[in-house]
């Protein structure tokens, strides 16, 4: 993997803080003991990966119940896609919702707006607020009220095959129209297709919608803003990589098929984050962990950025055992096991103080994504913010497969905003 100077210094001067502020973080490292014996069980939903994060997680979890063995930790991994709206009728039913749920940063404020968090200020949940980074803790809170404590947080780059880019000749790529020339060179050289897609997915829309000077909406002043110039034209870019050959794309199973595609060396590049990391190395095309190559998105005609994304851990207002609950998620965000699973998966640590670990100095992923992470643009921490992506993907889709045009699909994702948040322009 290759370094750039900014991250390399970026990341030291990041543990040379944490290390001046934070030489007594172990203190907290998991699992704050309340005034009695912690007991009884803590139904833990977690929305991590499948087949590689879910294993570490869940034996990380195993680690909090040796230090409080009269509790039980009930580890249920829900699949991503369906945690969300399986949560919010869980909760509203009042009855099957975990504890404590692993909630995606745009999911935090839609639940606390519903009611279905329990506050976590002035808990022992809520150790340290001061070493979280002011990003990652942007997301967990909602009207004053801090709702959820940081677990990971990340963006996006473009992860690509060395061993490809060397037989093809050809650099990575720092703007789109280099991706559509470098993928060009790599079809005729290699046969292979130069870049994956992702047409199943809005959250994969955002780069390119970035890229052209746009967003979803505009919180600061209630306007909509998908459906204006810069819109239409990031929806012209993605089609024009698929109708160009540049790309290939799937309007389902988008996930499966890009890390297929990418692991087995059918694609020489793919737009992801750290989370997918662990995955990609089980792949036959990366045995050597060193033909990974990642780097910042590619930029579009007006800017280069990627979103902001992780998860925070929340704790439900309906729980039957707070102090357990609360306790739990101490210990699954300390500096501690936040070290520890950046050593295992990759991941980035929400807390300042982490970085000062050598697990976490020494990780080439995190060098890359920590500065990106740092420009990465957020999005409203709005209560709507997670539905914005639903009306988005359908169009989307529609613009990649030809059953729709740009100008239409954002008229119609604007429309469909509109009914969604009353009152915005």
């Not at 994060?53 to 230090?67: H, L, S, T």
């Not at 329990?118 to 340290?128: H, I, N, R, V």
């Not at 050593?343 to 100095?361: G, M």
């Amino acid at each position: 993997m290759r370094r750039g100077i900014t991250a390399t210094a970026l990341v030291a001067a990041l543990a040379l803080a944490a290390t001046a502020c934070g030489s007594d973080d172990d203190k907290s490292d998991g699992g704050s003991k309340s005034s009695g014996e912690l007991s009884g069980t803590v139904t833990w939903w977690d929305t991590s990966t499948a087949g590689s994060e879910d294993k570490v997680f869940k034996k990380i979890a195993e680690g909090f119940e040796k230090q409080h063995p009269k509790v039980d930790v009930k580890y249920v991994n829900v699949p991503f896609g369906d945690a969300q709206n399986k949560f919010k009728n869980a909760a509203q039913a009042g009855s099957g919702a975990p504890d404590v749920i692993r909630s995606e940063v745009a999911w935090t404020p839609e639940f606390a707006d519903l009611g279905y968090l329990a506050p976590l200020d002035g808990t022992p949940a809520l150790q340290k607020q001061d070493d979280f980074l002011k990003q990652a803790a942007a997301s967990t809170k909602y009207n004053g009220k801090t709702y959820a404590v940081p677990q990971v947080i990340d963006s996006m780059g473009i992860f690509y095959n060395k061993k490809i880019f060397k037989e093809a000749g050809v650099e990575v790529p720092t703007t789109i129209d280099e991706l559509k020339t470098v993928s060009k060179k790599i079809k005729s050289k290699t046969g292979k297709t130069g870049f994956y897609l992702r047409g199943d997915d809005a959250y994969w829309f955002l780069s390119f919608l970035y890229g052209e000077g746009g967003d979803m909406v505009s919180a600061s002043d209630k306007t909509v803003t998908i459906d204006n110039a810069a819109g239409v034209k990031a929806m012209k870019v993605v089609k024009d990589l698929v109708d160009s050959g540049v790309a290939k794309t799937d309007a389902t199973d988008g996930w499966d098929n890009m890390q297929a595609s990418f692991k087995n060396g059918d694609v020489a590049m793919m737009i992801n984050g750290p989370w997918a990391v662990a995955d990609t190395y089980t792949g036959k095309e990366f045995k050597d962990k060193a033909n990974l190559g990642v780097a910042p998105v590619p930029a579009g005609s007006a800017a280069q950025g990627a979103p902001q994304g992780g998860h925070n851990l929340a704790v439900y207002a309906g729980s039957k055992n707070l102090d357990a609950s609360y306790a739990f998620v101490d210990y699954m965000t300390s500096v501690k096991t936040q070290a520890q699973v950046t050593k295992e998966l990759n991941l980035l640590p929400t807390r300042t103080s982490a970085y000062a670990k050598e697990d976490v100095v020494n990780n080439e992923i995190v060098g890359f994504f920590k500065p990106v992470v740092e420009s990465a643009v957020e999005r409203p921490w709005i209560p709507e913010t997670g539905s914005l992506f639903a009306p988005l993907v359908t169009e989307y889709t529609k613009v990649l497969t030809g059953q729709t045009t740009p100008e239409k699909a954002v008229k119609t994702t604007g429309d469909s905003y509109r009914k969604l948040l009353k009152g915005w322009k």
